[in-house]
């Protein structure tokens, strides 16, 4: 079974500053990892994605996350926030098993920017 | 390329009342998702669709819930009757192929239903 854990449901931070946001899973297959961000009204768009290879990923808007099996965790990073970096991330693990993909989403972690 | 479509965007009904929403995938996504996000929640999956089969659907309230993609294309998602926990946003989502090595997901707008 796989599952997800956002260990913080709201983060508010300062413009400017560097922000990171926590994700552990747990799995018992290969994994791979994404990082989903929604704007107020608006359906989720990837960040960014781990499959394979390097374990620090890089992704849009200047977000960057780290894979780290030994702690299970895949954490999102980024070292500037600005304003419009206010939204709802979503961590997501997805892993193979007999009926194909799934995806499995963590309750979301709402990161507000102050100004 | 277009994203994947749904309609209505926001739909107010009556608990008891029926409902029922569209998805239209990108154009050649064989697989397509149905996902229910409650608010304060992330998305959870009710429905998988591989082409016109169902994959997955461990996960949908069968008694009141129906979904269907005949074509293998657009596909329709149904609750009869609704209740008031039925209230959420219905997100569709739809990827290249489903199988070993995953492939993005990619989402709609989402449907916010609110059950009275």
């Known amino acids: 079974a796989q599952s997800v854990t956002q260990l913080d449901s709201q983060v508010p931070v300062f413009e400017e500053a560097p922000v990171e946001l926590r994700c552990n899973y747990s799995s018992s297959v290969s994994v791979y990892l994404f990082w989903y961000v929604q704007y107020p009204n608006q359906g989720l768009q990837l960040l960014l994605k781990?499959?394979?290879?390097?374990?620090l990923v890089k992704g849009i808007n200047g977000f960057e996350a780290e894979f780290n099996k030994s702690q299970t965790s895949f954490h999102l990073r980024k070292p500037s926030v600005h304003i419009s970096d206010t939204a709802e991330y979503f961590c997501?693990?997805?892993?193979?098993?007999?009926?194909?993909?799934?995806?499995?989403f963590g309750t979301g972690t709402s990161l507000t920017v102050i100004p | 390329e277009a994203g994947v479509a749904q309609s209505p965007r926001y739909k107010i009904i009556e608990k008891r009342q029926s409902v029922a929403f569209w998805c239209n995938p990108i154009s050649g996504h064989a697989t397509l998702y149905w996902y229910q996000q409650i608010l304060g929640q992330g998305p959870k999956l009710l429905i998988q669709?591989?082409?016109?089969?169902?994959?997955?659907d461990s996960q949908l309230p069968k008694d009141r819930f129906s979904a269907e993609r005949l074509k293998g294309v657009d596909s329709t998602l149904k609750i009869q009757p609704a209740k008031l926990e039925d209230s959420a946003v219905y997100l569709c989502?739809?990827?290249?192929?489903?199988?070993?090595?995953?492939?993005?997901?990619?989402f709609g707008p989402g449907t916010r239903l609110t059950v009275t």
């Open positions: 997501a693990v997805s892993g193979f098993s007999n009926t194909g993909n799934q995806f499995y």
């Open positions: 669709f591989q082409n016109n089969g169902v994959v997955d």
């Open positions: 781990y499959l394979s290879g390097s374990t």
């Open positions: 989502a739809s990827s290249l192929v489903a199988g070993p090595g995953i492939t993005e997901q990619y």
